[in-house]
């Protein structure tokens, strides 16, 4: 089964009403409701698509996405109260806004999450993810992550060689990462 190449996941992306720590686990959509077109993710290099975990053939499609993006290395991440020390440290810190010098893939095995991009002019668009979800986020885009209420997210982590997990936080250095000025000119070609 061909991996479903859709640029919108199961539930459209949208563009977000303010979001705190407090209420972000909730979907923070703005009033009326602002979709975000496939073409506002792509204008920022974000991809989205989807893999069927219910499929036998899905190490197909997982191997197809693994060479599509040339990563070599995956692991798997749990990102629940029980099995994650710290949870409620490490949440915060998914949720701040960061960027990495590497991209950023993820497959959703299992629960519902959000992952917030800065769209074009800053404003900020919320992916919600769910089992089978693949998202890649280009190295140097700012964007944070949060489960929803029932803080029980299972992703699979794709990289190029090593894992490594560094975030740059924009309130701190982000800005000064030269991936930073790569991204900003690619997106702006
Ligand atoms: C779904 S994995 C947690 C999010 C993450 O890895 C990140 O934002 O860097
Ligand atoms: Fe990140």
């Given at each position: 089964?061909?991996?479903?190449?859709?640029?919108?996941?199961?539930?459209?992306?949208y563009f977000m009403?303010n979001a705190t720590?407090e209420?972000?686990?909730?979907?923070?959509?703005l009033?009326?409701?602002?979709?975000?077109?496939?073409?506002?993710?792509?204008k920022?290099?974000?991809?989205?698509?989807?893999?069927?975990f219910?499929d036998a053939n899905?190490?197909?499609?997982l191997?197809r996405?693994?060479?599509k993006y040339?990563?070599?290395?995956?692991?798997e991440v749990?990102i629940?109260r029980?099995t994650?020390p710290?949870?409620?440290?490490?949440l915060n810190?998914f949720?701040?806004e960061h960027?990495h010098?590497?991209?950023?893939?993820?497959?959703?095995?299992?629960?519902?999450g959000?992952f917030?991009?800065?769209?074009?002019?800053e404003?900020?668009i919320?992916?919600?993810?769910?089992?089978?979800?693949?998202v890649?986020l280009?190295?140097?885009?700012?964007?944070?992550?949060t489960t929803?209420?029932?803080?029980?997210?299972?992703a699979?982590r794709?990289?190029?060689n090593?894992?490594?997990?560094?975030?740059f936080?924009r309130?701190?250095d982000?800005?000064k990462?030269p991936i930073?000025?790569?991204?900003?000119k690619?997106?702006?070609?």
């Open positions: 089964m061909d991996v479903l190449w859709l640029f919108h996941i199961e539930e459209m992306a009403a720590r209420n972000c686990q909730d979907e923070c959509r009033s009326p409701n602002r979709d975000a077109a496939e073409e506002d993710l792509k920022i290099g974000v991809e989205c698509t989807k893999v069927d219910d899905v190490q197909e499609d191997d996405l693994i060479k040339d990563m070599n290395f995956h692991d749990h629940c029980e994650m710290n949870f409620d440290e490490k810190i949720f701040e960027l010098d590497d991209a950023e893939l993820r497959v959703i095995k299992h629960g519902v959000y917030d991009v800065r769209g074009k002019n404003q900020w919320r992916i919600p993810v769910r089992r089978g979800d693949f890649f280009p190295a140097g885009i700012y964007h944070r992550f929803d209420r029932s803080e029980d997210v299972v699979l794709l990289f190029r090593n894992p490594k997990w560094t975030a936080n309130s701190e982000g800005d990462q930073r000025e790569q991204y900003l690619d997106v702006s070609a």
